[in-house]
């Protein structure tokens, strides 16, 4: 008696699949908030001489604009020490960060202030911000929209 061994068919279980909810894995509270950053380069010939980037954030809607970072940067230079200004619409200029020695990446040197996040200062819509290089006439600014 000729017999043929079948294979068991393994059976195959399917876990259903869950489906993910239609809104997005940030938290409500995080879509509130506008981050955006700005930058600038300044001075003549190739390069950022000085450069700024600031990152400002805001609730939509709000007229207020927080400053969570500073970033500046000298292209060409060994070393240099640097600061940021702040100018509120129709104010003075004021400090927003002291004099920082700037540290050498390369061909350019940078310091920064701040911290990333919802931190920092409020300053109204349409302040300026600046960096300055200490010894350089030429600032590189941002406006905060």
Not at 25 to 38: G, K, L, Q
Not at 46 to 59: A, D, M, T
Not at 94 to 104: H, I, M, S, V
Request: one cysteine or more; proline letters at 7%.
């Amino acid at each position: 008696m000729n017999r043929k061994i079948i294979p068991a068919v393994l059976a195959v279980v399917l876990v259903p699949v869950a489906v993910a909810p239609s809104v997005s894995a940030e938290p409500a509270a995080a879509r509130a908030y506008v981050d955006t950053r700005a930058t600038d380069c300044a001075g003549p010939g190739s390069g950022c001489r000085p450069g700024i980037v600031v990152h400002h954030w805001h609730r939509r809607g709000a007229q207020a604009r927080g400053v969570g970072w500073v970033y500046a940067s000298r292209e060409g230079v060994r070393s240099g020490t640097a600061r940021w200004l702040v100018k509120k619409p129709g104010g003075p200029w004021k400090t927003g960060g002291g004099w920082k020695r700037a540290a050498r990446v390369g061909s350019f040197v940078e310091t920064s202030w701040g911290r990333d996040g919802h931190t920092g200062p409020k300053y109204p819509r349409n302040t300026k911000v600046c960096v300055e290089f200490r010894g350089l006439s030429t600032k590189a600014c941002v406006t905060l929209k």
